[in-house]
């Protein structure tokens, strides 16, 4: 897939014509529409909060005041997801005096609602819910952050419905995806979010909103620092100003223009017949052709495979490489543009040329950089079974960059290049 700014899936985009007439709607009736989705889920959530504190045993005054909590005119923000510790449900509340000042504007008042569960044996994310669940009863977040019990797909449903901005702010990078904010799109709520997993290829600056940035620092606090007061800023100078920038009907124009811009761009390329297309052009389709393959000749195929992977793993801890030369004597810089020339020697003990693969490995010295691979080609044996190999390495980008050399198993049956976990760097 492509980066932000150009979210176009391998040319896999669908229908987008067919899109831009959904947008094709008036602005007044669309925030109708949208009003009476909010008004269901803010019933919604004070039904649930009523029934909480009917089991908690709470005072009639807190029962009854439930009937009046959460505001319809309100900017609604959503977080509702399983309650792993790398999505970070607390980062909203690292400064409590930040987070106090923008939800009680009393001309621009925002709420949150979070919802979820986490794992039976996660306690970390047991102890996130709690402490949202403490912070939601301070005097300074009553009606302002509200927790919703029982999360399921009867919940998600209501707050995907009803939410104008979807929050999400996972630890970059281990976001596999992040599948509830593709869905909101479609409902009219704007995604405001870390740059992973989906929304670092979807976020192009106008179909909503980016926490931070696009780089990864190692250091948790520090990162959590940095984003957390990236989403201050954002709340404050851009999301809350935006939403309450309303004409004399109490419609925000330029926040529907966003929304439009979002469904949009989001609505033809993050999909679910994308999805089964992709499963099944990429690995269904593929798995199939595989075993036909394998099952031609009584299983022939397979069997060769399955005598060749044995020996493969048998050899392998004799596979050696070192002497790595790259970029001439001496010579520690490069510059864009440059075709680098690197050779290596390579042991193979009992295995053959042809059953691996000998590669350079460019990456980038950040943690979260791009990698380049080129395979290197046989030059001839050098002395008592070392082989040398070579090739040219073409640099693309600036700055500061990791090499090596690797070696791996290559057969042309394999399904992926590593599917036999097995691979060789060279000695520094």
């Not at 602005?27 to 089991?55: M, S």
């Not at 509702?80 to 939800?103: P, S």
């Not at 099952?295 to 048998?314: H, I, M, T, Y």
Request: proline share 5%; glycine share 8%; with cysteine.
């Amino acid at each position: 897939m492509d980066g932000p700014g150009n979210p176009q899936p391998s040319g896999k985009t669908g229908r987008v014509d067919e899109w831009k007439k959904r947008v094709d709607f008036k602005d007044k009736e669309y925030w109708k529409v949208h009003q009476k989705l909010k008004l269901k889920l803010l019933q919604f959530a004070r039904a649930n909060v009523r029934t909480q504190r009917l089991r908690n045993g709470s005072k009639p005054a807190d029962i009854r005041e439930t009937d009046q909590m959460l505001d319809p005119k309100a900017l609604t923000i959503g977080f509702a997801r399983r309650f792993a510790t790398y999505k970070r449900a607390a980062l909203l509340f690292r400064d409590l005096e930040k987070l106090a000042q923008i939800v009680n504007d009393p001309a621009r008042p925002v709420q949150f609602l979070f919802a979820g569960k986490a794992h039976p044996a996660d306690e970390g994310g047991k102890r996130l819910i709690q402490q949202i669940v403490k912070i939601s009863a301070l005097p300074q977040f009553k009606d302002r952050i509200v927790f919703v019990e029982n999360y399921d797909f009867n919940v998600a449903r209501f707050l995907y419905h009803g939410c104008d901005v979807w929050l999400n702010n996972p630890t970059r990078p281990l976001e596999a995806s992040g599948t509830s904010g593709e869905k909101v799109i479609t409902n009219g709520c704007l995604n405001f979010s870390v740059r992973d997993g989906w929304w670092d290829e979807a976020f192009d600056g106008t179909n909503g909103w980016a926490i931070g940035d696009d780089t990864f620092r190692l250091e948790p606090e520090v990162q959590d620092e940095f984003d957390s007061f990236s989403m201050y800023e954002i709340l404050k100078h851009e999301i809350v100003p935006l939403y309450y920038d309303q004409d004399g009907e109490g419609v925000p124009k330029r926040w529907i223009d966003r929304v439009r811009r979002s469904l949009v761009t989001i609505g033809p390329v993050y999909n679910t017949s994308r999805m089964v297309a992709e499963y099944a052009g990429d690995f269904y389709r593929r798995a199939a052709e595989n075993g036909r393959m394998f099952a031609e000749s009584g299983w022939e195929k397979s069997r060769q495979l399955a005598l060749w992977k044995d020996k493969v793993r048998k050899a392998w801890p004799q596979v050696r490489a070192n002497a790595v030369r790259w970029n001439g004597p001496g010579r520690t810089t490069v510059s864009v543009g440059e075709t680098v020339p690197v050779s290596v020697n390579v042991f193979l003990g009992s295995l053959q040329g042809g059953e691996v693969a000998v590669e350079a490995y460019l990456m980038a010295a950040e943690p979260d950089g791009k990698s380049k691979v080129v395979r290197l080609e046989p030059q001839g044996e050098i002395r008592d079974g070392w082989q040398g190999y070579g090739g040219r390495v073409p640099v693309d980008d600036s700055g500061n960059f990791k090499f090596n050399v690797r070696v791996r198993p290559s057969h042309p049956s394999l399904t992926q290049a590593h599917e036999l976990r097995l691979i060789t760097w060279a000695e520094s």
